[in-house]
């Protein structure tokens, strides 16, 4: 492999692992705004600056919440 395609894989890797983070914040807001009928600003804020790991924390907390400081308060 060129250093050339070595870079190219690398930029893919990163571009997948982008999008799927991308896509769990996207679930995790719509999973909020599901339950909740809105996201505040600053829940939306706080989703869009998370890991993945976060995410999928939060989205566990959710089947249970019965407020927004179930899930983001701790």
Do not use: H
């Not at 705004?33 to 976060?54: G, H, I, M, W, Y």
């Not at 999928?56 to 701790?74: E, H, P, V």
């Amino acid at each position: 492999m060129t250093y050339a395609e070595e870079l190219e894989a690398r930029g893919k890797e990163k571009g997948k692992a982008e999008g799927k983070t991308a896509a769990t914040r996207q679930m995790l807001l719509n999973l909020v705004a599901l339950k909740f009928q809105t996201v505040p600003t600053e829940v939306r804020t706080r989703v869009e600056a998370a890991s993945e790991s976060e995410c999928m924390a939060w989205a566990g907390r959710l089947l249970d919440a019965t407020s927004l400081n179930d899930i983001f308060g701790r």
